[in-house]
């Protein structure tokens, strides 16, 4: 019969768990930095309206010229005047030579009598006024400002510590055999206390 003792221990752990940490800080309230730059308007030139009234034409059918128009009007009506004479004298001239077709001086004068000058109708005064005019003139430049706005915006620091997780061996799985029995000697003869059977 084997005697053998034996003996075991198990193994002994102790677990160490650091649970996972976020802090966070939060940030500063927003700063803001506004540079402005305002309009400008700036008038470089500018003109008024022009009106021009012309009434040469306007008076010249009220009959007011000026002498230069007088002389000439006159002279035109001169040389129409004898155009006309002329042309009247060849007509009754011509008329008195045909006297033997029975046409006599007192019917050529008759006649000539008898003629009405060409009348006209016409409203003064017969021209308008001529009118022109500049427009206005305006120059400027014009250059809208701006604001421009500078933000200084923080944000929410956050620092993440990761958890851990760690085993600690406190004692190892052991198993111990012990022998409590007596040697045995190989063979029996070799052991101190045999004693030899008879």
Known sequence: MLALEI???PIEWEFKITPAQLKMRQSDNPSMTMDR???TLSVNHTKNIEVRLDSTELRKS???KPINDFIYDAGQRGRDGVQAATADTVW?????ARIEDGVTIGQLVQQKLMEQPDTYTFFLPSAPYDISWDPAELDMDYEGGSI???WQIEKNVMDYVPGSFAINILQ???VDIKYVGKPIYVPPSSAPDYEAEF
């Open 37 to 39: 730059v305002p309009p």
């Open 148 to 150: 421009d706005y500078d």
């Open 62 to 64: 009220l009959n007011l």
């Open 92 to 96: 009754f001239g011509d008329q008195m």
């Open 7 to 9: 003996t075991s221990r």
């Open 172 to 174: 190892r799985p052991e």
